[in-house]
């Protein structure tokens, strides 16, 4: 499987984040990725690959130009405020609510901040545009190389994407690579592309960026938005509106879900791909539904995600598969891997 690895995803390491409140380590943090990369060389699974260079055309395709000029400028405008803010990480502290207008965007840094972020636990850093460039970039250049004869590749990234939006950063993630792994397809010539995100909780951006579309179908499994992350997007009677109507398909689990109801969930979101036909499959990878991910509440086992891959593998689509989500346990490497090689067994 060709792998391309994104070398500058170590300049984006927040030290801490906020969780309810308490200053705590970043969970999100280089040796997640290392800790794949580490694996999936062990194994022998393919080769590993640094992307060229996108334009930024390419990510405007999925995300509003006055958004990706914010994550250029943000570090260089946090600093003009007060040099000391070198040692300090923005995070917004006002958002606009409902009813307020978001179609403004304002002067100040502080306004901006809070317009473009969802949450205030995902800090940014001097190296945080850099990361996320280079992630689009793997995962736009993974996209391609299917195009060019590949059967299967992977977009071993950080920071992940599913949770950012076309205009929005949150949940760790600030360019949506799946999105754009599934444009690229899609300028490259299909007419058709699936998403299967996998992760532990929705990725509420990826839905709405293809909400209203009808050559995307998102398909997700994930844990109720009820009691878990993000809380405002992931229920399953969100399945598309207007061309996208019924090109959405939300499977929510309640917190204690074991393997085999997981499993069923994931039979699900395949029969609904089988329908919709698609010629090529991206998978958001997120690994931390994992029973030993401490913020996971599902019973899934290191072997399962072999199982994973493998039904994953027998759709028989061209694949592209994006790293998201997964806390650094000692498993995170295994379990990833474990989903590529259950996959390349199948395929």
């Not at 699974?45 to 250029?72: A, K, N």
């Not at 306004?111 to 972020?117: C, N, P, Q, T, W």
């Amino acid at each position: 499987m060709l792998t391309f690895f994104n070398e500058h995803h170590a300049q984006h390491a927040p030290p801490f984040e906020t969780v309810r409140g308490e200053r705590v380590p970043a969970s999100e943090r280089p040796e997640r990725m290392d800790a794949v990369a580490r694996e999936f060389t062990r194994r022998g699974l393919g080769r590993i690959v640094t992307p060229h260079g996108v334009p930024l055309t390419s990510l405007e395709r999925i995300h509003t130009p006055r958004y990706l000029h914010f994550l250029r400028s943000a570090w260089s405008e946090w600093l003009a405020l007060d040099p000391a803010n070198a040692q300090r990480e923005p995070l917004p502290a006002v958002w606009p609510a409902q009813g307020m207008r978001r179609d403004v965007e304002p002067d100040g840094f502080i306004g901006r901040l809070g317009l473009y972020a969802f949450d205030g636990g995902t800090p940014l850093t001097a190296g945080t545009w850099i990361a996320a460039k280079t992630g689009a970039d793997c995962a736009i250049n993974a996209a391609h190389a299917l195009r060019l004869g590949e059967r299967s590749t992977f977009a071993l990234t950080r920071p992940p994407g599913h949770h950012a939006g076309a205009d929005y950063f949150g949940g760790y993630c600030f360019l949506n690579n799946a999105a754009l792994a599934a444009q690229h397809l899609l300028d490259d010539g299909l007419q058709r592309v699936a998403i299967l995100d996998i992760d532990y909780h929705h990725g509420n951006g990826t839905q709405n960026i293809f909400y209203a579309r009808k050559d995307v179908l998102f398909a997700s499994i994930h844990a109720d938005p009820r009691g878990d992350y993000p809380f405002y997007a992931g229920h399953a009677d969100e399945t598309g509106t207007g061309a996208g109507a019924g090109c959405n398909l939300n499977v929510p689990l309640p917190r204690g879900s074991s393997a085999a109801q997981w499993f069923a969930a994931l039979e699900t979101a395949c029969l609904k791909m089988a329908g919709f036909a698609p010629q090529a499959l991206v998978v958001s990878l997120g690994a931390d539904g994992f029973q030993g991910d401490p913020r996971s509440h599902f019973g899934l086992g290191s072997g399962d995600f072999l199982r994973i891959g493998e039904r994953i593998g027998f759709l028989g689509l061209p694949t592209v598969f994006v790293f998201e989500g997964g806390a650094p346990v000692p498993e995170l490497g295994i379990n990833v891997v474990n989903v590529l090689e259950g996959f390349e067994t199948a395929a």
